[in-house]
Structure formats: structure tokens, C-alpha cells
């Protein structure tokens, strides 16, 4: 979770619906990289139900108690009937209706019932996981305190944050499966910190001994393939390197095929 994020959108919202919203979005994140598509799409809900609340706290000052009844069509109603002068659209219009499609998901689609015929929780999980991004992206750029490059940074960290195959002591990420080669070690670490990379210093530390020993042959091998992007002193891990990790399971807690 980053830390900036959160400490921005708790300064522009009410605190316990930014916290109740980001385990939400941490949780379907989560669910959705480990394949537990329904998992995220009920996430997904319970992120809605936090963000439709933020919404009526914008609009009036107020919001529906959480644990209470919400009714997210007198919400949406609502916020459409703001002026334009005093609202931008993306208030009025917009995040509303990518809320709807979000809720509506997990309240009539597969992910609460039982799916006949072609079971679409992979692809609705991958429309909803997209949408959670961008609605929390859109709440950082109107809270005011973060410019737009700003806001898709910090999105970017908190996308990229909580993983099994990576545990954090003391603010230095280890990866904790013993059975990954060098190469696929160094590109968990750099999917892990995300669009922000992170420094060859800082890498080194959180490899051990035995993986760090020929870092320099690993990157330049990585490099080559265009898997990673060295910027001086500086590392990157490419979309190419992120669909590596991802197709080959690296971020699970154990290898793919022995669970």
C-alpha cells in the first residue's frame, strides 16, 4: 500500500471510508492476481459501497452510515442533479456510472451465483480490477492534493504492492521462494516497486549473497531481452518483463503446479 496515497485521500475523505475502500481495492487486487476472479469481483462491491459513500459525502457532507442500507440509485441520482458549475463531470457522471457496472457485476453476474455455460469471472474480474484502478486514480486527481503524473504514480505503487512471493522486513522486500533463478528473483523485485524502479544500490540489498553474486550478468542478460530497462544507475522493469512474471506465476507463494 503507498503510503503517499493513502495520506492523500484520508487528508480530502472521510477516514474510515478511505480505509474501508482501500482494503477493498488491495483485496480484489490480490484475488485477481491469484486467480480468485469471484473473490474480486465481491471485493469489488464492497470498494463501490466505500466509493458511492465518498461520492454522497462530496455532494452533501454526509453519507449513508456504514452498515446501513445504501441505495446506490438515489446516490447516482443525486450527484446527476449537481450543478455543473460547482461539480466536475467526472463527480456528476462519470464515477458513478463505473461504480454501476462494478455493482452490477457483483450482484448479477457469476460472481454470486452459479454460472451456466461459458463462466465469465475472468474477464469480469479483469473489467473490474481496471475500473478499481481508475476510480482510485480519479479520487486522488479531485482530492486537490496531487497533480495528474502524480496521482498515476501513486496509483502505479499501490497497484504494485502486495504480493505473496514478496515480504518486506524492515522496508527492504525479500523474495521468499527459494526455487526462482536469479533473473525471475530480480524482475519479482521490480514488478514488485512498481513504475517508480528502484536504484542497482538498493537492489543488491535485498538480494542475497548467493542471487546478488553476478547482478551485473544478470541485468545486462535481462537487459538484452528487454525484460528490464537500465537508466545509469537506475532499473525498470519493462511490460514485456511484467507479462514474464506474470505468465510464469512468479508473484504466487508457491511454484505453479505444486500447490
Request: net charge negative; aromatic share 10%.
Given at each position: 500500500m503507498s503510503a503517499g496515497a493513502r495520506e492523500i485521500l484520508e487528508s480530502a475523505y472521510d477516514r474510515k471510508l478511505v480505509d474501508k475502500l482501500l482494503q477493498a481495492y488491495s483485496e480484489a487486487k490480490r484475488n485477481y492476481l491469484l486467480g480468485g476472479h469471484k473473490l474480486s469481483g465481491v471485493e469489488g462491491g464492497h470498494?463501490?459501497?466505500?466509493?458511492?459513500?465518498?461520492?454522497?459525502s462530496m455532494a452533501t457532507g454526509a453519507f449513508t452510515p456504514i452498515g446501513g442500507i445504501l441505495d446506490t440509485e438515489k446516490v447516482a441520482k443525486r450527484l446527476a442533479a449537481l450543478p455543473a458549475a460547482g461539480y466536475p463531470k467526472s463527480v456528476r457522471v462519470y464515477l458513478p456510472r463505473a461504480l454501476r457496472v462494478v455493482y452490477d457485476i457483483r450482484n448479477n453476474r457469476a460472481v454470486g451465483h452459479i454460472a451456466d455455460g461459458i463462466d465469465p469471472n475472468l474477464q469480469d474480474a479483469t473489467l473490474v480490477v481496471s475500473v478499481l484502478d481508475w476510480v482510485v486514480a480519479e479520487l486522488i486527481r479531485l482530492s486537490g492534493k496531487a497533480t495528474v503524473d502524480g496521482a498515476q504514480q501513486l496509483v502505479d505503487d499501490l497497484v504494485t504492492r502486495k504480493y505473496p512471493s514478496v515480504q518486506v522486513f524492515r522496508g527492504k522486500p525479500r523474495v521468499v521462494r527459494a526455487d526462482l533463478r536469479a533473473g525471475e528473483v530480480v524482475l519479482v523485485l521490480l514488478y514488485h516497486v512498481g513504475s517508480s524502479g528502484t536504484t542497482l544500490r538498493n537492489l543488491r540489498e535485498?538480494?542475497?549473497?548467493?542471487?546478488?553474486k553476478n547482478l551485473k550478468r544478470t541485468l545486462g542478460?535481462?537487459?538484452?531481452?528487454?525484460?528490464?530497462?537500465?537508466?545509469?544507475?537506475?532499473?525498470?522493469?519493462?511490460?514485456?518483463g511484467e507479462k514474464v512474471v506474470e505468465d510464469r506465476k512468479l508473484l504466487e507463494l508457491s511454484p505453479a503446479g505444486n500447490e
Open positions: 470498494f463501490c459501497e466505500a466509493a458511492y459513500r465518498i461520492l454522497e535485498w538480494l542475497s549473497p548467493a542471487t546478488g542478460a535481462l537487459d538484452g531481452k528487454a525484460l528490464v530497462h537500465c537508466s545509469q544507475e537506475h532499473l525498470f522493469i519493462t511490460r514485456v
